[in-house]
């Protein structure tokens, strides 16, 4: 499985162990995602820094969107079928479904920034200072992540 993380809140006012594990997380700014594998190391960061993101499980329907959306390759052009030529993947969807069954990471897929540039959701957060447990946008929200992510790319159509 592979969690999608989205950091919701700056980083002002904050200690410089939060502010160093958002950096390992490649999160250095408000709306900025990142696909990370689930293992215990990474579950660890997410405690750490969950007054500050949202994330949860990813489907691989969202995932192959938020590549075909909002994926990067290096000089900043849009990540496309071209890129694909230099892995071992054939297509958009089948690259989407090893990131998310956990087959591959990131950093395997040569060309791909590790970063996704998202807008706001349509509508908003629910609130960014309380848990998504107590009706705000902060913490786990299982397979929830992916309608918030369907709102953050509608937002750029």
Known sequence: MTYLVIRVRSDRGVTKKIKDTMSML???KVNHAVL???TA????MLQKVKDYVTWGEIDSDTTELLLQSSGKSSGNSDFSKEHLKETSFKTMK???KGLTEGKTVMRDVPGLKPLFRLHPPRKGY???KRSFKEGGALGYR???INALLR???YAQA
């Open 26 to 28: 490649n999160l250095t």
């Open 36 to 38: 990370i594998p689930k």
């Open 41 to 44: 190391p990474y579950e660890g």
């Open 94 to 96: 089948a690259l989407a």
């Open 126 to 128: 629910e609130g960014i």
């Open 142 to 144: 299982a397979d929830k």
């Open 151 to 153: 709102r953050m790319q």
